[in-house]
């Protein structure tokens, strides 16, 4: 299997050395910038397998660069940040962002969400006889598309695993914990934010008026499920 590459993005030079050097241990190729400007010149050069990225960074911030990634890319993002402030980790994961860690952080739990990241990320090849169908939407597991009204759905590759998870099982109940393990693949470190932002931006694409979901429901005090009828 071809050596997975990283692009990492953080001001602060002894944590690009610090975390470089670890990455290169578990395998991976690395790649390193100091800002969103840099960052987009090597993007342009080739787009890698996951981007790790600093939310305070000196001119355009992680924000930014983040929601500039989306509009050319679904590749993973998880974003580093030094604040544990509910909005802002909520802005971050709005702006794109797949997961997040919030600094300092251990190295061994950074290569963990790496790991989990990547393996969600691989989209297995496409089988034409298997779909589902919740209204006016199609969804191909193994093709890894969705259409409404025959026009494609552009999802990120954790939102549509999320939508897969549930889709699958329709009228089923699942709570946020059962996705966290289902769809992050994280047993101990999950955050609920991370699902309820995620169903927030899967709604925004699917839904006709995303404020009253039909397809993606939330079972109060439960968690969500997908109406087989939409």
Not at 94 to 111: N, R
Request: net charge negative.
């Amino acid at each position: 299997m071809a050596q997975q590459s990283i692009l990492l993005v953080d001001d602060d030079d002894r944590l690009r050395e610090i975390v470089s050097l670890a990455l290169e241990g578990e395998g991976y190729r690395v790649r390193t910038a100091a800002s969103a400007e840099e960052a987009s010149g090597v993007l342009d050069e080739e787009e890698p397998d996951l981007l790790i990225l600093d939310v305070m960074l000196p001119g355009q911030d992680g924000f930014e660069l983040s929601r500039e990634v989306r509009t050319r890319s679904l590749v993973p993002i998880l974003m580093l940040t030094a604040k544990t402030d509910t909005v802002d980790v909520v802005v971050g994961l709005e702006s794109g962002a797949d997961d997040y860690v919030t600094k300092p952080f251990v190295t061994k739990e950074l290569v963990a969400r790496i790991r989990a990241l990547l393996r969600r990320a691989r989209v297995p090849e496409p089988h034409a006889d298997q779909t589902i169908e919740v209204g006016d939407l199609e969804i191909a597991p193994n093709a890894a598309t969705v259409t409404k009204g025959g026009q494609p759905v552009r999802l990120t590759k954790t939102e549509f695993k999320l939508l897969c998870a549930m889709a699958t099982r329709p009228n089923q109940v699942f709570t946020r914990e059962v996705l966290l393990q289902q769809v992050w693949d994280y047993d101990y470190f999950g955050d609920s934010r991370l699902v309820d932002v995620h169903i927030r931006r899967l709604r925004g694409k699917i839904e006709e008026d995303p404020k009253d979901p039909r397809i993606v429901q939330t079972v109060r005090g439960l968690g969500y499920k997908v109406a087989s009828e939409g």
